[in-house]
């Protein structure tokens, strides 16, 4: 494939790049070597073609507490050039014994400012952009959909739907991830569990692997725009109850923030792993069961998804009547 120019309202423009977002995560372009036979050894892998790839990338982190924290940190420490931080919460007390690089001090701001506080005070060379809306913010949209990767560090399904939305529309890869600890009642782990899914456009989705499911989207979204009628439908049995899982605490965060990071690197670095990036569509791995276990992707494409690859900007915005239009930039 190759581009010589894109038509934008101003006429032709020049493509600074061009990317693929399969099994492997492709990226081409003026003075960009395209990455899919790209040799991989220790050099290449943790050096300069590592090192060049990534400064020239824009990541969205859309989530920044208790898994997003360390995705951030990580990301930054890898010398990615430009990260995306979308949440719109504050930092709480009880967020502190989680979230990286918070103090007691920063209790009451904003989760990305603190975060972009920090990646613009290590002054690594990573740009970042702090974003204190929810994911179904119009402009918020916009600004993740320009990213070259995102990853869902969101506890909530109606977020991983809107994002799943998202990366279909604009054909971006995208990491996902869950920790849950379940107590046994008796001050001690009956079951733990982390899980990161890459997701590529086209293909299935969280919603086509039982991630999440419609009604629980609907529920969330019920709750957040109208209380007394989301009420009003649990006590009449309409709606199924919304339960909130517990904070995980930060090893096992870090732990899933450290699987989602190398999953991420095995996709930009095609040939890494012995066998091929098909057959790590999903990893779970449990430290009280000592069990990692690796799913492929399925040949059968979320039917729900499929439809909207790579439609872009569409009126209503991702075809979702709630969602206002961006404001034209």
């Known amino acids: ?183 046994d009642g008796k001050g001690g782990i009956a079951q733990d569990g982390l899980a990161i899914h890459y997701i590529q456009p086209g293909l299935s989705s969280l919603l086509s692997r039982g991630v999440y499911t419609m009604d629980r989207v609907e529920a969330e979204s019920l709750r957040r725009t109208s209380p007394e009628a989301y009420a009003e439908q649990r006590r009449a049995k309409y709606v199924t109850n919304v339960e909130v899982i517990s904070p995980a605490v930060i090893t096992f965060n870090s732990r899933a923030a450290i699987t989602a990071v190398d999953e991420f690197l095995c996709r930009i670095h095609p040939g890494l792993r012995l066998d091929d990036n098909r057959y790590f569509a999903t990893t779970r791995s449990s430290l009280v069961n000592a069990q990692t276990s690796h799913e492929a992707e399925s040949d059968i494409p979320c039917p729900v998804m499929l439809r909207h690859v790579g439609r872009g900007d569409v009126r209503p915005l991702l075809g979702l009547p709630g969602l206002p239009a961006a404001e034209t930039p």
């Not at 997003?68 to 990301?75: A, D, F, K, W, Y």
């Not at 994911?135 to 600004?143: E, L, M």
């Open 1 to 183: 494939m190759f581009a010589r120019a894109a038509l934008s309202s101003g006429g032709f423009e020049e493509v600074a790049s061009i990317a693929v977002a399969g099994h492997d995560v492709l990226s081409w372009g003026p003075g960009i070597p395209r990455n899919e036979t790209a040799p991989v050894d220790q050099r290449q892998l943790f050096g300069p073609g590592t090192v060049e790839r990534l400064k020239r990338m824009t990541i969205a982190v859309v989530g920044c507490s208790g898994t997003g924290s360390p995705v951030v940190e990580l990301l930054m420490r890898l010398g990615v050039g430009h990260q995306v931080l979308v949440d719109p919460d504050l930092v709480e007390e009880r967020n502190l014994n989680r979230i990286y690089n918070t103090r007691r001090a920063d209790v009451g701001r904003r989760k990305v400012d603190v975060l972009a506080d920090f990646v613009r005070e290590a002054d690594l060379g990573t740009k970042v952009t702090a974003l204190p809306q929810l994911i179904s913010d119009a402009d918020t949209i916009r600004v993740v959909s320009g990213a070259d990767f995102v990853f869902g560090c969101m506890d909530s399904a109606e977020g991983r739907h809107i994002l799943s939305r998202v990366a279909s529309f604009y054909l971006l890869p995208y990491i996902d991830m869950g920790v849950r600890l379940d107590a």
